[in-house]
């Protein structure tokens, strides 16, 4: 089946660096990948929709100077948190949209950030 | 901008019980789908429902497609300790585009299964 990888799983940084997620479908080209945050105990929130070779769409609220998204092939997206800040800290998950036309979506396993 | 309000919020069932969740909307979804989430991993499909009153099945898992488009719920029959995790409704428009495939997730219901 489908399968989404993201990297790393879990990042820990300073306040003030930047720090990249990558998201990749393993087995399938994806030219749609949806890039959700998750707080503890509380649901997905949608970030950003990236679509391979075109400019990112986010989602109001989000800053798209601080988190910069590439989509710069079928298979890999990413997303870099900029000077980031301990209320950046979150559960950041990608999910994929196949190339082929059917609207199926598979997510990866999240990666863990936590912002000192 | 649209939203899930998806309930229980929490429940403690024993092992064997029948539980059921659901989720309403404001607005008309196309597609309505639950998910499944262990901690520190990202959600897992377990049903997609594509038609209005849609009643779709996979093993103890049993969900509905709601009539009016704006609701939809889920059952699990005879739980079992590993049911135990996060359960969340999605719903997608049918709007096209670039943004095709966007989901809302509901708030997401914590299930603890008591052997």
């Known amino acids: 089946g489908a399968v989404v990888s993201q990297h790393p799983s879990r990042v820990i940084c300073k306040s003030g660096t930047s720090v990249k997620i990558e998201c990749r479908s393993l087995?399938?080209?994806?030219?749609?990948m949806f890039w959700y945050r998750q707080f503890p105990k509380q649901s997905l929130m949608l970030m950003a929709t990236?679509?391979?070779?075109?400019?990112?769409?986010?989602e109001q609220g989000v800053e798209k100077d601080k988190f910069l998204i590439n989509h710069a092939s079928l298979t890999l997206s990413t997303l870099t948190v900029t000077s980031a800040h301990p209320e950046d800290s979150s559960f950041y998950i990608c999910?994929?949209?196949?190339?082929?036309?059917?609207?199926?979506?598979?997510f990866g396993a999240g990666s863990r950030l936590t912002v000192l | 901008g649209q939203q899930l309000n998806q309930s229980p919020q929490s429940m403690f069932i024993q092992e064997g019980e029948d539980v059921s969740m659901n989720c309403t909307s404001s607005?008309?979804?196309?597609?309505w789908l639950w998910y499944k989430q262990d901690p520190g991993e990202g959600p897992v499909l377990l049903i997609a429902?594509?038609?209005?009153?849609e009643l779709t099945s996979n093993g103890r898992l049993t969900a509905q497609f709601g009539i009016t488009r704006k609701d939809s719920f889920l059952n699990i029959s005879a739980s079992i300790p590993s049911d135990v995790g996060i359960y969340f409704c999605?719903?997608?428009?049918?709007?096209?585009?670039?943004?095709?495939?966007?989901?809302?997730f509901g708030q997401g219901t914590i299930l603890t299964v008591h052997p």
């Open positions: 429902l594509y038609k209005a009153g």
């Open positions: 087995d399938f080209q994806a030219t749609t």
């Open positions: 999910s994929a949209r196949m190339a082929t036309g059917a609207n199926v979506l598979t």
């Open positions: 999605a719903g997608r428009d049918g709007a096209g585009g670039t943004s095709y495939g966007k989901l809302t």
């Open positions: 990236s679509n391979e070779g075109s400019k990112a769409t986010y």
């Open positions: 607005s008309i979804f196309n597609t």
